[in-house]
């Protein structure tokens, strides 16, 4: 069955500090990729996608992500924090059309 | 174009009651999934509909869950009876596809119960 393990559970920076995000899954055959965002009082939106192509995928507000298929990884980035990027994010894999989604990283950005 | 539509938003049941939730996906989309997220947790995937059939069911309870999604459209979750550990927000969401270019999923609002 695959799996998707997100290693922080809750992440705090400064704004203007880098940020990464890690995830990783594990299915060996092809997958789709996502990000989704959940911020304060708001439904979970789509942040960014992968499913072929170009393994570095660019999402909103200045968001990146890159698939390493070597490692079963899809790290989120953004050079530059906001307070307004104060969310949960979530990793998720779609493998033969069934989706798992990892247990979310809480983000706060202090002003 | 509207979002997904899911009723009631909140829902305060005792243990042993029933209770039904409404989702409403985007029009045109083929895929409906329910999910339950348990607070500190990610969505978990209940069950999967592609029209109206059901594609992926494997960790919906089926002793006290149940879902249909009649003509392919509109879909409703029901648990009966419900347990303490049954309280959730209860997530649907739709795609347009089940996989590939095209899958990224849709989410509602949700619906928070809580069992007393």
């Known amino acids: 069955a695959q799996s998707v393990s997100q290693h922080n559970h809750h992440v705090i920076l400064s704004e203007a500090a880098s940020l990464e995000l890690g995830c990783n899954y594990s299915?060996?055959?092809?997958?789709?990729l996502f990000w989704y965002v959940q911020y304060p009082g708001q439904h979970l939106q789509l942040l960014l996608k992968?499913?072929?192509?170009?393994?570095l995928v660019k999402g909103i507000k200045g968001f990146e992500a890159e698939f390493i298929k070597s490692k079963f990884s899809f790290n989120l980035r953004k050079p530059s924090v906001q307070w307004s990027d104060t969310a949960e994010y979530f990793c998720?894999?779609?493998?033969?059309?069934?989706?798992?989604f990892g247990d979310g990283t809480t983000l706060t950005v202090k002003p | 174009e509207a979002g997904v539509a899911q009723s009631p938003r909140y829902k305060i049941i005792e243990k042993r009651q029933s209770v039904a939730f409404w989702c409403n996906p985007i029009?045109?989309?083929?895929?409906l999934y329910w999910y339950q997220q348990i607070l500190g947790q990610g969505p978990k995937l209940l069950i999967q509909?592609?029209?109206?059939?059901?594609?992926?069911d494997s960790q919906l309870p089926k002793d006290r869950f149940s879902a249909e999604r009649l003509k392919g459209v509109d879909s409703t979750l029901k648990i009966q009876p419900a347990k303490l550990e049954d309280s959730a927000v209860y997530l649907c969401?739709?795609?347009?596809?089940?996989?590939?270019?095209?899958?990224?999923?849709?989410f509602g609002p949700g619906t928070r119960l809580t069992v007393l």
């Open positions: 992968y499913f072929s192509g170009d393994p």
């Open positions: 998720a894999v779609n493998a033969n059309g069934k989706s798992t």
């Open positions: 509909f592609q029209n109206n059939g059901v594609v992926d």
């Open positions: 969401a739709s795609s347009f596809r089940l996989a590939g270019a095209g899958n990224e999923q849709f």
């Open positions: 029009s045109g989309h083929a895929t």
């Open positions: 299915y060996g055959g092809t997958v789709n």
